[in-house]
């Protein structure tokens, strides 16, 4: 079993950056696939960025791509996601989620096993 914790949320302007972390416990991290998802209120959870357990293959949502950045670190156990000019739409809550050990299609909430609790990000114009 895998526990996320989430954290790096807060209030930014638009233009603004932040940088997601997500802390994972358990020696097995290093095999899981990770992604981020976001929800904003009234809307579905969708799908934001993803990485392989190797950290070698990425996956972007086309409304975040060219602006946020996936990484992870499995030394610390920690998946990241670095978001530049931040927007009013992607204010939303974040959650963070390890990969199904059949994870196949990457933007698909199915192919999560373990989710986090999420962390809030508010984007003021």
């Known amino acids: 079993q895998v526990q996320l914790v989430e954290s790096g949320g807060g209030l930014v302007q638009a233009g603004g950056s932040l940088r997601l972390s997500c802390a994972a416990s358990g020696r097995t991290f290093s095999t899981y696939a990770m992604g981020w998802f976001r929800q904003a209120p009234g809307k579905e959870r969708e799908f934001v960025a993803a990485?392989?357990?190797?950290?070698?293959?990425?996956y972007y949502a086309d409304s975040v791509k060219g602006r946020f950045t996936i990484s992870r670190d499995n030394a610390k156990n920690t998946v990241y996601l670095q978001m530049n000019s931040l927007k009013p739409e992607d204010m939303a809550v974040y959650y963070c989620?390890?990969?199904?050990?059949?994870?196949?299609?990457?933007?698909?909430?199915?192919?999560?096993?373990?989710w986090g609790q999420g962390t809030q990000v508010t984007v003021s114009s």
């Open positions: 989620a390890a990969g199904r050990p059949d994870w196949g299609e990457p933007r698909s909430r199915a192919s999560y096993e373990y």
């Open positions: 990485i392989t357990w190797s950290g070698y293959n990425t």
